[in-house]
């Protein structure tokens, strides 16, 4: 008798989703400044229920979210670009990873400026 286990088949391998389809997590960041800006200073229409106004929050930040994950796709190509451009070569894979890093922190500002904080009409503007 074998120490070992009779082999057994291997399953199928699977292939896994593209990033491009799966639903991005969702950044606490953009669901609290979401939140805020629809709850306090551009309000909600009060005879929505509560389980609605969750469903148009939700919906707003998985809009966000996307446009900031493809935003921040361009702007980390872009990047990248430049700096093989200024150093004669492909940057390392930890260098890629920052610039990337650095390209999601810029889409995720940029995107809840256009998208959102500028929805807020200033009073004194007029």
């Given at each position: 008798m074998s120490r070992f286990p009779t082999r057994t088949a291997r399953p199928h391998r699977a292939h896994a989703c593209m990033s491009e389809t799966m639903p991005p997590p969702v950044d606490p960041a953009i669901?609290?400044?979401?939140?805020?800006?629809?709850?306090?200073?551009?309000?909600?229409?009060e005879e929505w229920t509560q389980a609605h106004r969750a469903d148009f929050i939700d919906a707003e930040v998985d809009k966000i979210t996307w446009m900031a994950r493809a935003t921040a796709a361009t702007l980390g190509e872009r990047s990248i670009q430049d700096w093989t451009r200024r150093h004669g070569g492909l940057p390392n894979l930890s260098t890629q990873s920052a610039l990337r890093a650095q390209a999601r922190a810029q889409a995720v500002r940029q995107v809840l400026s256009t998208e959102l904080y500028e929805l807020i009409i200033d009073p004194d503007a007029n």
């Open positions: 669901h609290r400044a979401v939140q805020t800006v629809y709850t306090t200073d551009l309000g909600l229409p």
